[in-house]
């Protein structure tokens, strides 16, 4: 760049040295084809050097921005479900395209134009200074105006900027929404509602960009304007110090040349200003989402378990999604190693809470609770969730092949696979999918039933051998009969874990040691089926109603 710039401000010389032999009558053809023959030259070595360093800094350019967007999603990875359940995911998706790409273009155009400017600017008016004080400060008395009237645009620009972007991640979220409930859009035919709601939402981001471009569009106008008033003044004044024979012919043409040059870093001035406080914008939104630390995290100094045995102990255990309002409260009790846990109630009595507490996707908001004896919050957070299988009560798939979403990325035996596969009922599924195993699923598994789904995440879960396994309404969308076959196979199967499963359904949790029942958040009863069924009235009516609905269906 410095070398481009260099030659850049040689041609003006060789310009004024042509027109001053011109105007002494000693020019000559031998001459005229040197001086063209030189500006040509320097033309095409500007031309490969530009096209070098441009190259040079798009580049770093581009790997800022992929090491923004990297670093972006792994801290996005590390954020707590707390976190993940106040932010919208719309907000998350205008850092990771938008954000970043106004970041790049700051530090690639921004930090070229400021380079530019600075080397390019300081020689130029360094040179017509040095040609003549005077002419060159009466050039620059518009100048200050035009660095008042940026400065005060440029204020007005981040700020628009910033209520554009946010505006911009609400029509993202929209869109998202619409898209992800399609089928309910269509089923209800909520179609131009939800078409009112994008609309009103990208005509609110169409105003607040069209404030952001009325700023932008009033820049280069001004610097014009300003640079037209420079160069009236090199005009009028320049003229006249030709006639008065103070300076030449040529270096007049030279300052001309000059100035022009100097319109560039002048005009980028301004250009450099939109870019850098696009960027400056984007940066304290992206900044402010890498600094949001995750409440749950593994300790500086985590105790260490060589094996986890399955040993879970919750002792006074409160937890609430909101601290004001507590989901569980004072909960007590002991799960031994490899014994098997059920866990029944009303819905919205706690139990997806209750267990999502022993991975640590939250933290308890009072009380501990202890594996092996340790707590919890002592262990490593990943190699406490490598040793537990967790399936969550939303049967999320991946897109990609049924295979894919079950063995993600592990490398297991046909024979481990072919026995997952008849435990979760898939067999049969499969052999009526032309591609079996390598049948593509779709996007969040849409071309499956909820039955389906729920048991290929299912399979997904088995297919891990973890100390303790945790299955989530595993069968909720099952048919009775493949959700009797699908437990009458789960118990024949040699776990080796300790094994907690919730479930509405009686017959998953019967031959489990203990079943607990919760209601309004704290545990209510617990005992074998057996004797739930006497002392129970919950479970008691619960077991008969399913008990009638079955044999009804039978």
Known sequence: MIIVDAMQLVIPQIIKNAIDTLSAGSFNNKTLI?????????????????????????????????????????????????????????DIMAHATSDINHIRMAFGFGLIVLVDT????????????????????????P??????ATRILGKKMHAFH????????????????????????????????ISDKVEDASTDYFKKNLKRAFVTALIKPLLIFFLNLSTLVV????????MQQVITPGELVAFFQYLGIMAWPIIALGWMTNLFQRGMASLNRVNTLLDSMPEVSSPENPNILSKIKGNIVFENVSFGYDNDKAILSNINFKIDPGSSIGISGPPGSGKSSLIQLIPRLYNTTAGKITIDGLDLNTLDLNFL?????????????????????????????????????????????????PEGLDTIVGERGITLSGGQKQRIALARTLMRKKPIIILDDPISQVDTHTASKIISQLNRMNLNATFIIISHRISALASCGTIFILKNGGINHFGTHENLIQTDRFYKESYQVQQFEEGYGD
């Open 34 to 90: 040197f001086q063209c023959g030189y500006i040509v030259f320097l033309g095409l070595f500007m031309a490969v050097f530009r096209y070098g360093w441009r190259n040079l800094l798009m580049t770093s350019a581009r790997n800022v921005e992929q090491g923004i967007r990297d670093d972006l999603f792994k801290h996005i990875l590390s954020l707590d479900m707390a976190y993940l359940d106040k932010v919208k995911t719309g």
């Open 118 to 141: 600075i080397l390019l600017g300081g020689a130029t008016l360094a040179i017509m200074i040095w040609t003549h004080p005077k002419l060159t400060a009466l050039a620059m008395i």
């Open 143 to 148: 100048m200050p105006f035009l660095i008042l």
């Open 162 to 193: 910033k209520t554009a972007q946010e505006s911009y991640s609400q029509l993202t979220e929209l869109v998202r929404e619409s898209f992800f409930g399609i089928r309910i859009i269509k089923v209800f035919n909520f179609e131009s509602i």
């Open 235 to 242: 005009i009028f004044y320049g003229g006249f110090l030709v």
């Open 385 to 433: 969730r490598q040793n537990i299988a967790f399936m969550p009560q939303e049967a999320f798939l991946f897109s990609g092949t049924i295979k894919e979403n079950i063995l993600m990325g592990k490398n297991v035996d046909k024979e481990r696979l072919d026995q997952i596969i008849q435990v979760c009922c898939l067999k049969d599924t499969l052999g009526k999918m």
